[in-house]
């Protein structure tokens, strides 16, 4: 790790930074696949363009973070990659996004199976006013996944597992999912992503309506979740950004200023404007 | 915190066309609803319309009335005691006047908005501006259960009790007569104005009544200079839904109106209405007859008139809407 | 000093406006408790009418109503639920058809009653049920007359707006969130709807329906040639049978009975069993609306 002046402030400002940077080595790193991909995307809310030519790779089993100041078009990046803006009226893109390979937008691209294999987590937490049960199954359910019964349950138990919820609610999932804490809510709704086996699990600033303690019950479990999942995580939280991903992209006007190892990113970034940012001269 | 206990096993999706092909048939069927609607709306502007027909088309009915005899005054009566405006279908000499009936229809429902016009529009104006809390918890409910109340009872009340109460106080000729149905068809229509009324000066934005008050106003002023002026599109359209749907009653009007077609001016006589007049001749008129026609031409025509209201009150609150947001720059 | 004395007199006018609309509301309920409650009783409620309709019960008007409602709703709730879902999920403003058909649902709710009754005469009886007996019953008399079918469709149209309004209020409310969940999930449009949306709008149906049911049971003017009658020896048990029912009853034992006085505590009786049924009615709609709406997600 570097050690000019700012990165040795910036590695005491992130602890976690160094440990993870000991596990991985860059090589590691630059060798891991590219699960999703956009390439040369521009994103279009009727004439206003959102997103500007950014071309980068999502690592297999990573985590790739997304930072920026406000209105930079990180959450419209993200909401490509699972084609949530289709409903947008308006909303056109131009360019690729690839799963595996393949371009999600093509005409003879399925969407449904597209959300199965990409999932996402919202901002706010917002699972449905049934019980728990009935989220965490619900997409089984919808997607027609599962046979029976005994075999629904069994996944629902493993999804909140997965979720670290499991504990906590294992007495009661005929309760209302109403009834649990925030951070609670927003692990039933990992669980629920989760309980479908997505392959890609998008993030949406999933903890800023969340107490720090919470918060950091869901960065441990995005951590441990890596190890089966791809993890595109969007953040207004550059310290999460730093403790969790392992790539981290920044976004400025619609355009990708740079993306790299985040270690990298924080400690040595090569865009004058990227370390303007990370050391909050605007944001 | 749990890791990964046992292996993720891959599931298998269903066929994902059979679940588009479901989407698609259900939003099929809920288009077509709404083609169901629209064409319910037409069906009774259709089959309604289609009886009214042969009025100016059949010759056969043509026998007996025509568009002019219902509208043009005609020499009924003795040449000694001649009468011009009759309806009198069943009878040797059919008669066919329509002017009972406008006169009647039209002195019925002014009086109603006589009576609910003042009454809703001060009303309204009591619980958006003056009243406290609790006064307006009552009202509320209050007015529901007014709107609850079905006309068929109204009608029944104003038969047997209101119309004696009027007999004492005022002692007209005939105990059933306009006053008697235009106060208990007004109490009907009060709340479908209230309500509205009430909307339109709440929408009023506080601003309007703050800057009032700064400038010295006292609540009345406020009140009548201020803010009703500003929601009057508003009341303007909740007295022109009222009227309409004054114009439209049937059943109050059938009980206590007294269901004579007289042609006058007086309010204290009896009257027939449109809409009684088909209520209480259908029943018994044969089937395909010139009556039976005509019945149905005044149906016709009663669609038509509400029909026109409803439109010309939509437009002008329109309208004033358009030209209030523009002047508030 | 003056002006505040003609302030207070105007606020003061406004104010007894008030005071008249709700002393008029409460003499009418108060003259028809006082003079109807005496009469009510488990013989009345379940007993037939007897010595030209001045002693017995009511229950077949009580029957004939209720059978008339329940049909009613079984084609007015979904269709009315369909049009909201349109209004509320699928339309696209500009679009003609939504344009056209929103305008369809407003006129709906204008049309006078008496015109519905028109309505069903010349389009249900005449037409389709003529067109019925053509088809079904080789041209004999058995659908082409007044019949609580008739009289059930008839009143479906007049309250569809009702059953309309109310659930698609409820539609609006429900966060968007929970409809962005469920797509991300991989559901269908009609999925989301029905399975997460829909749901969560239960109060606005039943709402809709209660006060349909309530418009049903109190209007007269739509069945009185569309197959209500007055005395009739059996409870209606066919779908083009005749049947009695609670308003149209009040109607002609109030204009047409050959002794009023006689009449009167029965029909006091009658007016405050519809009165009392159609507030309840109201009460329990107000009831689960709020009720339910803590419950559902827009409490949120």
């Excluded at chain 2, 003056?130 to 029944?156: D, H, Q, T």
Aim: with cysteine; glycine share 8%; hydrophobic share 50%.
């Amino acid at each position: 790790m570097s050690t000019s002046g700012t990165g040795a402030t910036m590695a005491n400002q992130f602890p976690l930074l160094k440990t993870e940077v000991k596990a991985q080595s860059a090589s590691a790193l630059a060798s891991a696949d590219a699960k999703m991909s956009v390439d040369s995307l521009d994103a279009y809310y009727g004439k206003r363009l959102a997103v500007d030519k950014v071309t980068m790779p999502f690592r297999e089993k990573l985590i790739t973070a997304i930072i920026g100041p406000s209105g930079c078009g990180k959450t419209t990046l993200l909401r490509t990659l699972n084609r949530m803006n289709d409903s947008i009226p308006g909303f056109r893109v131009e360019g690729k996004v690839l799963l595996d390979g393949e371009d999600i937008y093509h005409s003879k691209s399925d969407v449904i199976s597209l959300r199965r294999r990409v999932g996402m987590v919202f901002q706010q937490p917002n699972p449905f006013p049934k019980s728990i049960f009935d989220n965490v199954a619900f997409g089984m359910r919808i997607n027609g996944l599962v046979k029976d019964h005994s075999a629904l349950v069994e996944r629902v138990e493993q999804a909140l597992r997965h979720a670290a919820l499991w504990d906590v609610v294992k007495d009661r999932l005929q309760k209302s999912a109403m009834m649990l804490s925030g951070g609670e809510q927003q692990r039933l709704c990992i669980a629920r992503a989760l309980a479908v086996q997505p392959e890609v699990l998008l993030m949406d600033e999933p903890a800023s309506a969340l107490d720090p303690i919470s918060t950091a019950k869901i960065e441990e479990l995005m951590v441990e979740l890596k190890k089966d999942y791809t993890i595109v995580i969007v953040t207004h939280n550059m310290q999460q950004a730093a403790r969790v991903s392992d790539f981290t992209a920044f976004l400025l006007n619609g355009h990708l200023i740079e993306c790299c190892p985040t270690p990298q990113l924080f400690t040595t970034p090569g865009d004058p404007r990227t370390e303007a940012y990370i050391t909050g001269r605007f944001g | 915190m749990s890791t990964l206990a046992r292996p993720i096993t891959p599931l298998e999706a269903t066929d994902i066309r059979h679940r588009r092909i479901t989407d698609a048939i259900i939003e099929k069927i809920i288009y077509a609803s709404a083609l169901v609607s629209i064409t319910i709306i037409f069906l009774i502007f259709l089959f309604v319309g289609k009886e009214a027909l042969p009025v100016f088309t059949s010759a056969q009915v043509h026998q007996e009335v025509t568009l002019q005899k219902m509208i043009l005054p005609q020499n009924y009566g003795s040449p000694e005691a001649p009468v011009h405006y009759m309806w009198q279908p069943v009878s040797q000499v059919p008669k066919y006047s329509l002017m009972p009936l406008l006169l009647g229809t039209l002195k019925v429902t002014l009086m109603a908005m006589l009576f609910a016009t003042p009454l809703s529009v001060l009303a309204a104006i009591y619980c958006t501006e003056f009243a406290p809390r609790w006064v307006r918890e009552i009202v509320k409910p209050a007015i529901e259960l007014l709107a609850g109340i079905p006309s068929v009872v109204l009608g029944f009340f104003a038969l047997i009790v209101l119309a004696s109460w009027i007999q004492k106080l005022f002692d007209f000729d005939y105990r059933l007569n306009a006053v008697n149905a235009g106060i208990a068809l007004g109490l009907a229509v009060i709340p479908v104005m209230f309500t509205i009324m009430e909307d339109a000066l709440t929408a009023v934005p506080r601003k309007q009544r703050d800057a009032a008050r700064a400038l010295g106003a006292t609540p009345w002023q406020t009140a009548w200079q201020v803010v009703l002026p500003s929601a009057l599109p508003g009341v303007l359209a909740g007295f022109i839904l009222g009227f309409g749907r004054a114009m439209g009653e049937t059943m109050i009007v059938l009980m206590a109106s007294g269901n004579a077609a007289i042609t006058s001016w007086s309010f204290t006589e009896s009257v027939r209405t449109i809409s009684a007049t088909i209520a209480a001749e259908l029943a018994e008129v044969v089937f395909g007859s010139p009556h039976y026609h005509v019945l149905f031409f005044l149906g016709t025509l009663l669609f038509a008139i509400t029909f026109v209201l409803n439109w010309l009150g939509t437009r002008i609150v329109n309208r004033l809407r358009r030209q209030l947001s523009g002047a508030v720059v | 000093m003056k002006l505040r004395l003609m302030d207070k007199t105007f606020v003061g006018l406004t104010g007894l406006a008030v005071l008249i609309i709700l002393a008029l509301l409460f003499t009418i309920l108060g003259n028809i408790v006082a003079n109807g409650w005496t009469r009510i009783s488990w013989e009345f409620l379940s007993g037939n009418p007897r010595e030209g309709m001045t002693e017995g019960g009511i229950f077949p008007a009580i029957f004939g109503t209720a059978l008339l409602v329940l049909l009613m709703s079984i084609f007015v709730v979904p269709l009315g639920v369909l049009v909201a879902i349109y209004f509320s999920e699928y339309a696209n403003r500009t679009s003609m058809l939504y344009r056209w058909s929103r305008s369809a649902v407003d006129n709906l709710a204008g049309v006078p009653s008496i015109v519905f009754g028109l309505f069903g005469l010349g389009f249900f009886v005449q037409w389709v049920g003529r067109g019925v007996d053509k088809v079904f019953f080789g041209g004999h008399l058995a659908f082409g007359q007044p019949a609580l079918i008739w009289a059930a469709l008839t009143m479906a149209v007049l309250t569809l707006p009702v059953v309309i309004v109310s659930v698609e209020e409820a539609l609006r409310a429900v966060p968007q969130s929970f409809r962005e969940a469920s797509y991300a999930l991989g559901a269908t449009k009609s999925q989301t709807i029905f399975r997460v949306v829909l749901p969560d709008a239960v109060s606005g149906v039943l709402t809709g329906g209660i006060l349909a049911v309530s418009r049903g049971a109190g209007e007269v003017a739509p069945i009185l040639f569309v197959g209500a009658a007055y005395f009739l020896p059996h409870l209606p048990s066919k779908l083009n049978d005749q049947f009695m029912e609670l308003g149209y009853h009040i109607f002609v034992l109030t204009t047409q009975s050959p002794d009023v006085e006689a009449t009167k505590p029965l029909l006091y009786a009658t007016v405050l069993v519809l009165l009392g049924l159609t507030f309840l009615l109201n009460v329990v709609a107000i009831v689960v609306r709020a009720r339910l709406r803590v419950l559902s997600g827009a409490a949120r």
